[in-house]
């Protein structure tokens, strides 16, 4: 089947607009996950969504960035009052569910992100 | 600082030889996870292995792990051009809940004809 699509593939912004990236997960996957990578760094976690429980967002670096899910499916990302330091590849990944800590996360192309 | 932290940053080979790449984390885990990325997207999932276990091969990649050293090695045999990628570790944290996985700074293999 699909895989997760993201969308847009990349972005360019001027600082301070605001920004909504995009996030299809797998179809039947409840986990789903939001990542950023720096140029040459590894992956940040951002914030977790596990069917209906209250979302982790404990990886968030300002309240800058907020994310939602939709029931099951889709999910959005938006970083407000963009700034240079966003700049980087935010990565969505999903996961079905199943003995904790052994499911293998299935990662998006990503969105390039530049903020001019 | 990364949970899970990679050795070498960069590795250089020729096609045919093994390349390994290490990882290092710092806190209790309940499985490592190894993954590739190839230019700067999305990242495959390679081989999981379980805190009990100590060694895992899945074609010709070779995982081990020691929890008494908090490290474990990916060892890619008669690498080939096209293992050229990016390599990361990811440590699960079973005192925190859901699966978030914690992504060490990765090693850049090239594999050179």
């Known amino acids: 089947g699909a895989g997760v699509s993201q969308s847009p593939s990349n972005k360019v912004t001027e600082k301070g607009k605001d920004v909504e990236l995009r996030c299809d997960p797998i179809?039947?996957?409840?986990?789903l996950y939001w990542y950023r990578q720096r140029l040459g760094q590894g992956l940040e976690f951002l914030i977790y969504?596990?069917?209906?429980?209250?979302?982790?967002k404990s990886g968030l670096p300002s309240d800058r960035f907020s994310a939602e899910r939709t029931g099951e499916s889709v999910s959005t990302l938006t970083i407000q009052r963009t700034q240079q330091e966003d700049s980087a590849v935010y990565l969505c990944a999903s996961s079905s569910v199943g003995r904790r800590g052994r499911e293998t996360q299935y990662f998006g192309p990503g969105t390039r992100l530049l903020v001019l | 600082s990364q949970q899970g932290e990679e050795d070498p940053q960069a590795l250089s080979i020729q096609e045919g030889e093994n390349a390994t790449m290490n990882c290092s984390y710092k806190t209790s885990i309940n499985n490592l996870q190894w993954y590739r990325q190839n230019s700067g997207r999305g990242l495959v999932h390679l081989i999981l292995?379980?805190?009990?276990?100590r060694e895992k091969h899945s074609g010709r990649l070779r995982v081990t792990l020691d929890t008494s050293k908090k490290s474990s090695s990916l060892l890619i045999t008669a690498s080939r051009a096209a293992d050229t990628a990016s390599y990361f570790c990811a440590t699960d944290d079973p005192t925190g809940g859901g699966n978030k996985l914690t992504f060490g700074t990765g090693t850049q293999l090239k594999v050179e004809l």
């Open positions: 292995i379980r805190s009990n276990e």
């Open positions: 969504f596990q069917g209906n429980s209250a979302p982790d």
């Open positions: 179809s039947g996957h409840t986990a």
